[in-house]
């Protein structure tokens, strides 16, 4: 509605053509907020939902509290984590930050 208003507006002058680049202006903006902002964000979340899925027992893991833990048991949108001295957790498969291998081989 608000595309429609501004179209309305940018009508009504005697500018002789200051509406139409006024709207290829406005349609550049958006254009390039879609490929720097919109798409890369996208891109990161579907990284971070392949990685998620891709989780199996045995794997070291570092959750998003900072908790550095190995998974035990993977269900379906929880896992069962091994923290110090034997201890379990049950956490959501989103509080996963990142995989310790991952994270050795980016140091090295």
Do not use: C, W
């Not at 070291?60 to 048991?73: R, V």
């Amino acid at each position: 509605m608000k595309l429609l208003n501004l179209l309305l507006m940018m009508g009504g002058g005697g500018e002789g053509g200051g509406g139409a680049s006024s709207l290829i202006f406005l349609l550049l903006i958006v254009v390039v907020f879609y490929f720097f902002m919109i798409r890369p964000q996208m891109k990161k979340q579907k990284e971070q939902q392949k990685f998620r899925e891709a989780l199996k027992k045995g794997d070291k893991i570092i959750t998003i509290g900072g908790i550095h833990a190995k998974i035990s048991d993977v269900q379906e949108t929880t896992l069962i984590i091994e923290i110090e001295g034997g201890q379990k957790m049950k956490i959501e498969k989103t509080a996963i930050a990142s995989n310790v291998e991952d994270i050795m081989n980016n140091q090295k």
